[in-house]
């Protein structure tokens, strides 16, 4: 399983629970991934998606395409994606078909036909866990459907114990630009416990590799709180990171949401408290990781990241989605957004399959965005990176966030999350640790569950 901050994957179906400043880590979703919530899509709306891919397909919006590859050599204790850790290389051949099909059915709609993509991404699940000749075989049929010629970013997910030298030359030779790895953490008895497939020294000989390969953009991904991690063992972990000279490191805070085996365990035994540090213990330590990146060089460019050339290094898929590109999306589980339309594939494999053999578009749900759910959607997601100009949403939605969240923005100035003006918002350190707590008083108020505003 590999935890990624763009990721369509990283949107979870159940609804997310916010900690207080001083709690200790309990079961629910904390990361926030899009907006309107999921439980507000519906079965309903699904034709929504096909009578939009019957439209002439826009000039001025990119596309962008995804496709989840579900499958993992053992599934992580933390994870909550739709994975597969037992089909055979008949059964995945069968998947990527499948996938292939329903790409094909998109392709030929008025809406996407002809389109070329301004980025791609391999999500899952272990895209890495496909052989060459699997990955090779996906890749050129779905060039075929949708160009990548003239893509900004082919990013790519992948487990360091599945890679070698061949299987990082055939991502390289597919196209991949930005090769992210789950490392998550440096020491063997975290990894083993949190349920992780590989181990220390798989890291540092995938990264040499992929290195001397010449990929665009390599990135890693730290966990902030796992099971039995200390301070000692946090430090440690990122002056790992920084010897390495990733060109980005992508820094998450654990959670424990409800359809993971720390949750299951957690249930058995009669427990509330997740045995992962508490929330203020896992702000201090990426605190402590932002400052020592800094002092190496690199610059804090969200709530999660850390870049070593931001002149250079772009999340090109994450800008995209969050300022409302179309993402063709396909397999199991997977997010889509076509049109100003949200749509969700059949969560589970078999479903998801008879849906593609029988012709139809295997979606299971959607949601119709108005123009106010757009502009709080980007506005919600984009503060993420730590500071807003209010006059880019005048010029794009005719709506000034400083009078429509007006009591929302005084409050994260009040409490010390932010310094605000007239012209614009920026996070403090403390406001970007805990940014996704404080998200949820933006929402609109049919979609707001913790209102602090009434």
């Given at each position: 399983m590999q935890t990624t901050l763009d990721s369509p994957q990283a949107a979870a179906a159940t609804e997310v629970q916010v900690p207080k400043k001083t709690e200790k880590t309990e079961a629910g979703n904390y990361f926030v991934s899009n907006y309107p919530p999921f439980s507000f899509w519906q079965k309903e709306q699904v034709p929504v998606v096909e009578e939009v891919l019957r439209r002439p397909a826009p000039t001025d919006v990119p596309l962008g395409v995804y496709f989840h590859i579900p499958f993992c050599r053992k599934r992580c204790h933390f994870c909550y994606f739709k994975v597969y850790t037992d089909k055979n290389a008949s059964e995945i051949k069968a998947y990527i078909d499948a996938g292939m099909r329903e790409m094909e059915h998109f392709a030929r709609q008025p809406y996407i036909a002809g389109r070329k993509a301004h980025f791609v991404y391999f999500g899952g699940g272990t895209p890495s866990y496909?052989?060459?000749?699997?990955?090779?075989?996906?890749?050129?049929?779905?060039?075929?459907?949708?160009?990548?010629?003239?893509?900004?970013e082919v990013a790519f997910e992948?487990?360091?114990?599945t890679l070698n030298e061949v299987k990082l030359t055939g991502i390289r030779e597919v196209g991949v630009t930005r090769l992210s790895l789950g490392v998550e953490n440096f020491d063997d008895h975290i990894l083993e416990t949190n349920g992780r497939a590989h181990r220390s020294g798989e890291i540092e000989k995938a990264?040499?590799?992929?290195?001397?390969?010449?990929?665009?953009?390599?990135?890693?991904?730290?966990?902030?709180?796992?099971?039995?991690?200390?301070?000692?063992?946090?430090?440690?972990?990122?002056?790992?990171?920084?010897?390495?000279?990733?060109?980005?490191?992508?820094?998450?805070?654990?959670?424990?949401?409800y359809n993971t085996t720390i949750y299951q365990q957690m249930k058995a035994e009669g427990k509330v408290t997740a045995p992962v540090a508490d929330w203020q213990t896992k702000r201090d330590w990426v605190s402590y990781a932002f400052d020592e990146f800094q002092k190496a060089g690199y610059t804090v460019t969200s709530a999660y990241t850390v870049v070593k050339d931001p002149t250079r290094i772009k999340f090109v898929y994450r800008d995209a989605l969050w300022e409302g590109a179309d993402l063709l999306s396909c397999g199991v589980a997977s997010f889509g957004h076509l049109g100003g339309v949200h749509y969700q594939n059949q969560a589970d494999v078999g479903p998801y399959m008879l849906a593609v053999d029988a012709g139809q578009f295997p979606m299971f749900r959607a949601y119709q965005t108005t123009a106010e759910d757009r502009f709080v959607r980007e506005f919600i997601l984009k503060i993420k990176l730590g500071h807003s100009e209010f006059d880019y949403y005048i010029r794009k939605f005719g709506q000034n966030p400083r009078e429509f969240f007006a009591p929302q923005l005084e409050y994260l100035a009040k409490e010390g999350f932010a310094t605000l003006t007239d012209t614009?918002?920026?996070?403090?350190?403390?406001?970007?640790?805990?940014?996704?707590?404080?998200?949820?008083?933006?929402?609109?108020?049919?979609?707001?569950?913790?209102?602090?505003?009434?």
């Open positions: 496909l052989s060459v000749p699997q990955l090779k075989d996906l890749t050129n049929r779905m060039k075929d459907l949708v160009s990548w010629e003239g893509a900004a992948a487990e360091p114990g990264y040499r590799f992929a290195r001397g390969l010449g990929f665009e953009h390599i990135n890693i991904d730290l966990i902030a709180g796992m099971m039995n991690e200390t301070a000692e063992n946090w430090k440690v972990c990122v002056r790992k990171a920084i010897e390495l000279e990733p060109d980005a490191v992508t820094i998450y805070q654990m959670e424990v949401p614009g918002v920026t996070l403090t350190r403390d406001g970007l640790l805990q940014v996704d707590r404080l998200l949820h008083d933006f929402f609109l108020p049919q979609h707001r569950q913790y209102a602090r505003y009434t």
